[in-house]
């Protein structure tokens, strides 16, 4: 059987253009992604001349204005893209998203100079970025980061570590959130830091249960200085940045992991249509059709979750609960969907010469970044009950 089958997925897109650019998606999909995936996971490959192609193809600033590179596609849009990207391979749909993060504080809170320096390389110029919030001691109370920034004339002088950073090494560009005042979240600024400032380092990349092609590591800045032109909004609005890139990129979490989910989802039924016991093909017995169809309904459900955040935010309406509901049901539907195509496959699901073991994998990294999902259900309660009252 084919490392990967394309999902057989109808799709609602909302203009002649959207159904063009899907089109262009999963052919790049098809052709140039998923019949590499397993070989280039098994050996840690990162791919980065996709990345290049999918940059030249127009793919990599989707979300954003296309006066500065960006494709003007809305959310509904750009995530059943990423959704596509994922299925062939989630080392690339994952990095598109955390890409778009990346962008996302000088899109929204940069000057126009700024913009008009940075962003179309950025968005159509080949860069790829990673998101710098996270460090050894500070991943969920992402507050309490320790990484300083200190300001030495026109310049900032930037002393820390970040952990677990996606292309942490390869990223042209980083978008790093530091402290330059007092404790908590209002002591946080956002910076844009060039990949090859002196004094930025990245250790060795780590070794993860899955996404092996996917370089995750800690960076180092040891006195990286950069120029007051590179911080990014106000001193002290670094936190509330990082937030609203957050309630997005998780949008590109849950489409991503619907993606994983899909693919896991035709493999089981590819596999349980051909596979012969007892003189029919498994499909036939009522135990697996109905995991088939629990499996695909969990999948539709995580989709239009995510699909319903997304009209919101193309509106313009608030979307940070719908957004938190939609990762946390959209990542917990993909481990279960791959755990149950595994069973599907039986012994051969469990082996590295079917594909179904990888994404199980994989999916499990969807449920722990960008927020944990004890982190989302934390943030739904909330505008549920109102803040802890502790």
Same mark, same amino acid.
């Given at each position: 059987?084919?490392?990967?089958?394309?999902?057989?997925?109808?799709?609602?897109?909302?203009?002649?253009e959207a159904r063009?650019?899907?089109?262009?998606?999963?052919?790049?999909?098809?052709?140039?992604?998923?019949?590499?995936?397993?070989?280039?996971?098994?050996?840690?490959?990162?791919?980065?001349?996709?990345?290049?192609?999918?940059? !030249?193809?127009?793919?990599?600033?989707?979300?954003?204005?296309?006066?500065?590179?960006?494709?003007?596609?809305?959310?509904?849009?750009?995530?059943?893209?990423? !959704?596509?990207?994922?299925?062939?391979?989630?080392?690339?749909?994952?990095?598109?998203?955390?890409?778009?993060?990346?962008?996302?504080?000088?899109?929204?809170?940069?000057?126009?100079?700024?913009?008009?320096?940075?962003?179309?390389?950025?968005?159509?110029?080949?860069?790829?970025?990673?998101?710098?919030?996270?460090?050894?001691?500070?991943?969920?109370?992402?507050?309490?980061?320790?990484?300083?920034?200190?300001?030495?004339?026109?310049?900032?002088?930037?002393?820390?570590?970040? %952990?677990?950073?996606?292309?942490?090494?390869?990223?042209?560009?980083?978008?790093?959130?530091?402290?330059?005042?007092?404790?908590g979240p209002r002591?946080?600024?956002?910076?844009?830091?060039?990949?090859?400032?002196?004094?930025?380092?990245?250790?060795?990349?780590?070794?993860?249960?899955?996404?092996?092609?996917?370089?995750?590591?800690?960076i180092n800045f040891?006195?990286?200085?950069?120029?007051?032109?590179?911080?990014?909004?106000?001193?002290?609005?670094?936190? %509330?940045?990082?937030?609203?890139?957050?309630?997005?990129?998780?949008?590109?979490?849950?489409?991503?992991?619907?993606?994983?989910?899909? %693919? %896991?989802?035709?493999?089981?039924?590819?596999?349980?249509?051909?596979?012969?016991?007892?003189?029919?093909?498994?499909?036939?017995?009522?135990?697996?059709?109905?995991?088939?169809?629990?499996?695909?309904?969990?999948?539709?459900?995580?989709?239009?979750?995510?699909?319903?955040?997304?009209?919101?935010?193309?509106?313009?309406?608030?979307?940070?609960?719908?957004?938190?509901?939609?990762?946390?049901?959209?990542?917990?539907?993909?481990?279960?969907?791959?755990?149950?195509?595994?069973?599907?496959?039986?012994?051969?699901?469990?082996?590295?010469?079917?594909?179904?073991?990888?994404?199980?994998?994989?999916?499990?990294?969807?449920?722990?970044?960008?927020?944990?999902?004890?982190?989302?259900?934390?943030?739904?309660?909330?505008?549920?009950?109102?803040?802890?009252?502790?």
């Amino acid at each position: 059987m084919p490392d990967h089958i394309t999902p057989s997925v109808e799709r609602q897109l909302p203009t002649d253009e959207a159904r063009d650019l899907l089109s262009l998606v999963r052919d790049i999909a098809h052709r140039e992604i998923a019949p590499k995936a397993a070989e280039e996971e098994d050996a840690g490959r990162f791919p980065r001349e996709v990345f290049a192609l999918l940059s !030249e193809s127009g793919l990599l600033g989707l979300p954003y204005d296309s006066g500065f590179g960006g494709g003007d596609q809305p959310y509904e849009v750009y995530l059943q893209v990423l !959704e596509e990207l994922a299925a062939a391979r989630l080392t690339v749909g994952l990095g598109v998203s955390v890409h778009s993060l990346s962008c996302h504080a000088l899109a929204g809170y940069g000057t126009k100079e700024q913009r008009n320096d940075h962003l179309p390389a950025m968005l159509g110029g080949g860069l790829l970025g990673a998101y710098c919030l996270s460090e050894p001691a500070a991943g969920s109370d992402a507050a309490s980061l320790r990484t300083k920034a200190v300001r030495d004339g026109d310049d900032w002088v930037i002393t820390g570590t970040k %952990a677990w950073i996606t292309h942490g090494g390869v990223a042209d560009f980083y978008t790093v959130l530091a402290r330059t005042g007092g404790e908590g979240p209002r002591g946080v600024t956002s910076f844009l830091v060039p990949g090859d400032a002196e004094g930025l380092s990245a250790a060795a990349p780590e070794k993860k249960m899955g996404m092996k092609g996917s370089p995750t590591a800690q960076i180092n800045f040891d006195g990286v200085r950069i120029p007051d032109s590179r911080r990014i909004g106000d001193e002290g609005q670094g936190f %509330a940045i990082a937030l609203s890139a957050l309630d997005s990129g998780r949008l590109g979490i849950a489409a991503c992991a619907i993606g994983v989910a899909q %693919a %896991a989802l035709d493999e089981a039924v590819a596999y349980a249509t051909q596979r012969k016991q007892f003189g029919r093909p498994i499909a036939d017995f009522q135990g697996l059709r109905f995991m088939l169809a629990d499996m695909a309904t969990q999948i539709e459900a995580g989709r239009a979750l995510y699909l319903a955040a997304a009209r919101l935010r193309d509106t313009g309406r608030p979307f940070a609960k719908q957004a938190a509901m939609a990762k946390l049901m959209c990542t917990d539907a993909a481990m279960k969907v791959t755990t149950d195509a595994v069973q599907v496959l039986g012994g051969y699901g469990y082996t590295a010469d079917f594909p179904v073991e990888r994404l199980m994998r994989e999916a499990k990294v969807l449920q722990i970044v960008e927020g944990t999902n004890q982190i989302q259900r934390m943030v739904i309660a909330r505008h549920l009950a109102g803040p802890d009252s502790r």
